[in-house]
């Protein structure tokens, strides 16, 4: 049974930082391509970064570059989302997707074979 747990999210004044996690079970996980998504309320769901099977490729949103950085631990079958600078407008809940090693970059959520629960990010003006 394939699991993906987020953790991380919580409240968080305008400027301020929060690190995401996403713990992988039930995959092979060096063998997904793991991306990060979020939707807002009313809003459809986003794609906000992804990072290859392998870690040696990041794509990002233009909305987050810069201020959020992915990354993964193979060992830990966990991915991260480091994201500084926080505005309002990324109140939202982040949810973790995994992918079996696309041919390219994956930023459409149909793409992706399984998702994680999401977790609540709140930045307070």
């Known amino acids: 049974q394939v699991q993906l747990v987020e953790s991380g999210g919580g409240l968080v004044q305008t400027g301020g930082s929060l690190g995401l996690s996403c713990a992988a079970s039930g995959i092979t996980f060096g063998q997904y391509t793991m991306g990060w998504f979020r939707q807002a309320p009313r809003k459809e769901r986003e794609f906000v970064s992804t990072i290859t099977w392998s870690g040696r490729t990041t794509y990002y949103a233009e909305s987050v570059k810069g201020r959020f950085t992915i990354s993964r631990d193979n060992a830990k079958n966990t991915v991260y989302l480091q994201m500084n600078s926080l505005q309002p407008e990324d109140t939202a809940v982040y949810y973790c997707?995994?992918?079996?090693?696309?041919?390219?970059?994956?930023?459409?959520?149909?793409?992706?074979?399984?998702w994680g629960q999401g977790t609540q990010v709140t930045v307070s003006s």
């Open positions: 997707a995994a992918v079996y090693r696309p041919a390219d970059t994956v930023v459409v959520s149909k793409q992706y074979d399984y």
